[in-house]
């Protein structure tokens, strides 16, 4: 069964670090690009990183460049998130997704995606 499942986030005070997970089961995650998006309530869904296939280069939005970084490990067929210098503002469910087709280069919005994990809740708060 094709599954991206992501963990590791909770509660952090401004200024901390959080690392989310994103676990693929039914498919070599390396193989495909990965994205990362966020939605805080109210707002739509926006696009956090893209890494492209087979160890590619990873390109960050704005508002996380400098403070995100995106790793693989591919012996445990998992991507991970890791957040530091959080903001009030970084608050969101944050989800993996990836595709199976193009896998060469990047893509920034939801709806090119087809794969999603379930999600998972960071809030950044004092």
């Known amino acids: 069964q094709v599954q991206l499942v992501e963990s590791g986030g909770g509660l952090v005070q401004p200024g901390g670090s959080l690392r989310l997970s994103c676990a693929a089961s039914?498919?070599?995650?390396?193989?495909?690009?990965i994205g990362w998006f966020r939605q805080a309530p109210g707002r739509e869904r926006e696009a956090v990183s893209c890494?492209?296939?087979?160890?590619?280069?990873?390109t960050y939005s704005d508002s996380v460049k400098g403070r995100f970084t995106v790793s693989r490990d591919n012996a445990r067929n998992t991507v991970y998130l890791q957040m530091d210098s959080l903001k009030p503002e970084d608050t969101a469910v944050y989800y993996c997704?990836?595709?199976?087709?193009?896998?060469?280069?990047?893509?920034?919005?939801?709806?090119?995606?087809?794969?999603w994990g379930q999600g998972t809740q960071v809030t950044v708060s004092s």
């Open positions: 997704a990836t595709k199976f087709t193009q896998p060469h280069r990047c893509y920034y919005t939801a709806e090119d995606y087809s794969i």
């Open positions: 890494s492209s296939y087979r160890g590619g280069s990873t």
């Open positions: 039914g498919f070599t995650l390396d193989n495909y690009v």
